[in-house]
């Protein structure tokens, strides 16, 4: 059997690596330690290049939303908006505007809360839940500056035809956004 870490195949007691009885949630023979497999949180946006509530004039083709061009496994090379893992106690509102920084280079006041939605992630061999928390955010005349460990390279989509995206959860919340944009 291959050895497991923490995620739904975890096969070891991650306190004294006793063989587990069975799968999450389950609780240790020899030490009784308990172990469960919850969804980790993160946070992502769907940044608008413009504000949903201001006319746009003759344009009338929709507002557009970045995306970016994963420059690392899972998923390298596909297309992805921008966001991340929380960290630790980090609320994920918190942890948007972080990654934005980090991602983007850029500074964001979160508008509102698309909702969250359940995913999986794989990561060391094992593929883990993810809760997926999204924002929507408009970016307004700040410009981008990739960082080349995350991204190589960055677009803008119409909102309202939308290419598929590298996670399901991504596809949801774009969708989301769109609905509540046309609102
Ligand atoms: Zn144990």
Redesign the pocket.
Known sequence: MTPRGYGPGASF?P????ALPGPPPTA?G????QLFVNARPTAGLVLLDRDPERPSGVDDSGPRFLALRRAAEPMIGRWETPGGFCDGWEHPADAAVREAREELGVELTLGDCLGMFIGSYEFQDEVLPVLDVFFLATLDDQSIVLNPAEATESRWFPLFDPPPLAFATMDQAVRAAAHRVRR
């Open positions: 007691c306190r004294c690596a006793a240790c020899d030490c009784g330690y």
